[in-house]
């Protein structure tokens, strides 16, 4: 089996939800595109896989795809994923994790379906199910956070992330009021995104150390390194760091070297797809240490996230970002959250869901060949 033609089809998506995550960030919306990156076989069977996002257009991307990676993969067996990786990979001067994280992707889920088995199955399914937590917007008022919160315990989820407004006394009365409000049974994290000097930090840190929070995410800049080290020193709450930084595999060995981290973070759109994710993950359990998985972007991605949850034991919850419709669509059917707040493993060949092909021919753009 050779690949013979990989394209990317752009198309629109409009009317995205407006919202803000941080200070630096104002608004997410109101129009971005999205990708349909499709690998083809001389036996007919197919890869698909969805590039970009609500707040980073796949037509900045998809260029890259066809000039730089194409080239790559033409002719080549898709099983070959790990060379084919490589190979990717070490483009990373001209081509960034996501564009190697789309052909990583569809070559997974090519091979999925010429085996006939899920994704998960093939590397190894460790469990059929997995939690939900939600993570929040950045909202006007702490009553806003309080709302959310008890709505989503209401709805069955097994935790709330609260992006805050990132002003550390702000914040910390915010934490204050979601704990008093939903109770101290109900798991509650905070990510901050880098909003804090190392005293911010720590006084933050030991506040919600009191609350019962589950984990401190990215209190510090993001390759602050040698403060991370000191923060983690100075609190007993798991500090998690590494969403942003670092990109491929090797990026990660001054984390762990310098015991700047508790826990791992991941996703395949950040890390460069499924067989980088994998490779993370595996080096944390190494130094038995957790992979907090971070939503994947857009909704494909989510469901390649899904299937490394399923194989991996070092990992805890799948999360979604607020609200689903800036980050969601595309696809014919969205991941469904049960109402135990429980997302099940895809059980169809590949990635087991499909793109909306009608949708993305009414909204198409252009083709890059």
């Known amino acids: 089996m050779k690949i013979t033609d990989v394209t990317v089809t752009l198309f629109k998506w409009e009317n995205i939800p407006t919202k803000s995550y941080d200070r630096e960030i104002k608004t997410v919306g109101n129009q971005s595109d999205l990708g349909f990156v499709r690998i083809t076989t001389d036996e007919g069977v197919e890869g698909h896989a ?5 707040v980073h257009p796949a037509s900045l991307e998809a260029p890259y795809i066809t000039r730089f990676l194409k080239p790559i993969l033409m002719g080549q067996n898709p099983l070959d994923r790990e060379y084919l990786f490589q190979r990717m990979q070490k483009m990373r001067a001209q081509v960034s994790t996501q564009v190697v994280c789309a052909l990583d992707v569809a070559l997974w889920d090519l091979a999925g379906k010429i085996a006939g088995l899920p994704i998960h199955a093939m590397i190894g399914t460790v469990r059929h199910r997995i939690p939900v937590y939600a993570s929040s917007e950045v909202h006007e008022s702490i009553e806003g956070y309080v709302e959310q919160a008890l709505a989503l315990k209401e709805a069955g989820l097994h935790g709330y992330k609260i992006h805050p407004k990132q002003n550390w006394r702000e914040d910390i009365a915010t934490c204050q009021a979601v704990r008093k409000a939903v109770g101290d ?25 009191e609350l019962g929070f589950l984990w401190y995410e990215d209190p510090l800049p993001i390759t602050d390194i040698y403060n991370y080290t000191k923060l983690r020193e100075k609190l007993d709450i798991p500090v998690m760091a590494t969403e942003f930084p670092a990109g491929w595999l090797d ?10 981290t508790d826990i791992l973070r ?3 759109l950040l890390k460069g797809g499924i067989t980088s994710l994998l490779k993370i993950a595996h080096l944390a359990e190494a130094f038995a240490m957790k992979i907090e998985i971070h939503h ?18 070092n990992t805890s919850f799948m999360e979604v970002l607020l609200p689903h419709e800036a980050w969601w669509h595309g696809l014919v059917e969205e991941i469904p959250i049960g109402s135990d707040g429980y997302v099940h493993a895809p059980t169809k060949p590949g990635l ?3 793109i909306d092909l009608d949708l993305v021919e009414r909204n198409k753009i252009t083709v890059l060949r």
């Open 185 to 209: 049974d109900f798991n509650l994290m905070l990510d901050s995104r880098s909003a804090y000097d190392l005293g911010e930090a720590v006084k933050v840190g030991r506040a919600i150390e």
């Open 352 to 354: 087991g869901y499909e």
């Open 251 to 260: 990026n990660y060995a001054p984390w762990i070297t310098n015991k700047a």
């Open 296 to 313: 994947g972007g857009n909704s494909m991605n989510d469901v390649a996230n899904l299937h490394v949850q399923m194989a991996i034991e």
């Open 266 to 268: 991941g996703d395949v």
């Open 50 to 54: 969805l590039l970009g996002l609500c």
